[in-house]
């Protein structure tokens, strides 16, 4: 096995903050809105933050996100499109990507964006049992999303990811089944399959606390997990993250450059910045954000200077999560810190414990680590 890559470039990534529905797991910045107008707003405070920010030459890949960006109208996201492209070649880049949400990705959307150089879709699944939809929040029916896909493939997608998620309370593994078939049916080029995580802040999460909602048990969590990378392996996907799997359409480069500590420059209300040791975060608010591009200053709210031993344990927390691992010299070499020293009880102590393992410089998850990984990377953010 080849080592991991090092990361190379700084990506760009753009934050679209709104949604029709908040979902009750959702800790994103994203908002609902009534008044549509202020979407206009948005794109032109994006024209004023991408004019301000020193924005990588040539970036690797662009990613717009969110939020739901095809909450946009047509006229709005071709204008969207038509300010990104004023400063980046989007063309020429290797990755573009932009996610849509089934109750809003349509043929004209695409078109639109596929003429403009986005060429990954990203479409938010979640599920396709209408309870597991609704207890979600979700703002589509399951059928919908099909009809989303197809528009999508009319519109000129070439490579398409799915993003599903499992462990949702009173989902069974036979339904989680079902759902990864029905997904496979539709034809994906890449496939994210996510925990359901009960994030702080969120509707599920009071409601957990409440004694309303309770977590499924970890074992079906599990199961479920197993069972993905079992029949995703058999379908011809590759397993490159813990819980990313790449078929036709291959890796996605932007999360993996991520995954990998690269460098990242984002753009718009709560999007967060990473260069050279220094991570920046945007004000969340849309009003805050536009009042200070308004005011002709950049919309930061907090940037900080990682220390070398906070940058190692992102390091290793993030890189972990890749199948290939981490590569403790390269590690080693690019932040110029005595990573094996610092680490060495958890690497003894989770290589002891059969969730790592070693070959020379080499570490990474073993089968029984990968259902811990969560738990094996916290191991290095606090030590
Ligand atoms: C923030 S959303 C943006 C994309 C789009 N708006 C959507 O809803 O699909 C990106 C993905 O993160 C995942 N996600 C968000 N919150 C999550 C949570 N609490 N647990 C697990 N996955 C989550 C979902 O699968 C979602 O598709
Ligand atoms: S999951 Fe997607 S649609 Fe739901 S609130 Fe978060 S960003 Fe919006």
């Known amino acids: 096995m080849s080592p991991p890559p090092e990361p190379s470039g700084t990506t760009l990534y753009v934050h679209v903050p709104f949604c029709v529905v908040k979902c009750g797991y959702c800790d994103f910045n994203s908002y609902e809105v009534e008044d549509r107008s202020v979407l206009d707003a948005f794109v032109d405070g994006l024209a004023r933050e991408l004019a301000l920010t020193a924005l990588p030459q040539a970036p690797p ?27 980046v070649d989007l063309r020429a880049c290797p990755e573009v990507t932009m996610e849509a949400n089934p109750e809003s990705a349509t043929e004209e959307k695409t078109r639109i964006a596929r003429a403009a150089g986005v060429r990954r879709f990203s479409l938010g699944a979640q599920s396709f049992a209408a309870e597991r ?44 089944e079902r759902d990864l078939e029905t997904a496979l049916e539709l034809r994906p080029d890449h ?7 009960f994030e702080a802040g969120t509707r599920l999460e009071r409601e957990r606390r409440a004694g309303r909602v309770a977590p499924n048990d970890e074992d079906l969590d599990r199961a479920m997990f197993l069972h993905t990378r079992e029949r995703l392996a058999a379908a011809g996907f590759t ?79 993030l890189g972990l999560r890749r199948t290939d691992g981490v590569d403790l010299d390269a590690i080693e070499a690019r932040l110029r810190a005595p990573v094996r ?6 690497l003894d102590e989770l290589r002891a414990q059969e969730l790592l393992v070693r070959e020379a410089a080499r570490v990474r998850l073993t089968s029984a680590g990968l259902l811990f990984a969560n738990e094996v990377g916290a191991r290095f953010l606090g030590a």
Request: hydrophobic fraction near 40%; proline fraction near 6%.
């Open 191 to 197: 496939l994210s399959c996510y925990n359901l995580t």
């Open 61 to 87: 890949s662009v990613f717009i996100g969110g939020g739901t960006p095809t909450f946009l109208e047509p006229r709005q996201l071709a204008r969207l499109l038509e300010v990104l492209a004023e400063h």
């Open 133 to 176: 939809l609704r207890f979600l929040d979700r703002a589509h029916s399951a059928e919908r999303i099909g009809e989303a896909v197809a528009e999508l493939r009319a519109g000129g997608c070439e490579n398409l990811n799915l993003d599903l998620m499992f462990g949702i309370p009173g989902q069974t593994l036979a339904e989680w």
């Open 239 to 317: 397993a490159y993250e813990v819980s990313n799997f790449a078929g036709r359409g291959g890796p996605c480069r932007h999360n993996d450059h991520y995954w990998l500590q690269g460098d990242y420059v984002g753009v718009g209300p709560g999007a967060s910045s990473h260069r050279a040791g220094v991570r920046s975060t945007n004000l969340k608010p849309l009003e805050q954000w536009l009042d200070s591009l308004a005011r002709g200053l950049p919309p930061v709210a907090e940037a900080e200077t990682l220390a070398p031993r906070q940058r190692a344990g992102e390091a290793m927390w």
């Open 341 to 346: 020293e610092w680490y060495a009880r958890p």
